[in-house]
């Protein structure tokens, strides 16, 4: 019985480790929604965000600064345009950099990576962030 008790507790304590090592993921219906928080002045979301964004998403980690995120958006051209003035990346520097992130995980409901070479996307960078914008949807992924 002591050993069955023992065994419990080491794998809960097991388990709780592993949940604080998880990166949080953070979701947001609107603009005006993610607006009540500091995350685009703190750096976690591109200033790109317009109010016309939502179904925003993010996982993070503070330690490494790293996120991988997402939003909709309504206004195409708005956005077409904004992206024409940053810089286009090309897909090697891209998939380099998400290969040296460790933390977060590479989410599932971000792109899979395959998916990013098949020209679906448009690259560019704005400030420390990779923007890829797909060109069928009105969806913009973004790492950093």
């Known amino acids: 019985m002591k050993r069955t008790i023992q ?10 480790l592993g949940s604080c090592t998880e990166s949080p993921h953070i979701d947001f219906h609107s603009f005006q929604e993610l607006s009540g928080y500091n995350f685009i002045g703190n750096g976690w979301f591109p200033e790109i965000l317009g ?3 939502g179904n925003i998403q ?14 909709d958006f ?3 051209s708005a956005y077409d345009s904004i992206i024409q003035g940053y810089h286009i990346v090309r897909i090697d520097s891209l998939l ?13 409901w971000f792109i899979p990576k395959e998916d990013i070479t098949e020209g679906n996307y448009t690259m560019a960078t704005y400030e420390s962030f990779y923007l890829l914008i797909d060109k069928k949807r009105n969806c913009i992924y973004f790492v950093r």
Do not use: N, S, W
């Open 51 to 53: 109010k016309d964004a």
């Open 58 to 71: 993010a996982t993070y980690d503070v330690a490494t600064h790293h996120v991988f995120g997402k939003f």
């Open 74 to 76: 309504t206004d195409r």
């Open 96 to 108: 380099a950099t998400i290969k040296e992130i460790r933390k977060p995980r590479y989410p599932a």
């Open 7 to 16: 065994t419990a507790l080491l794998i809960l304590f097991l388990q709780c």
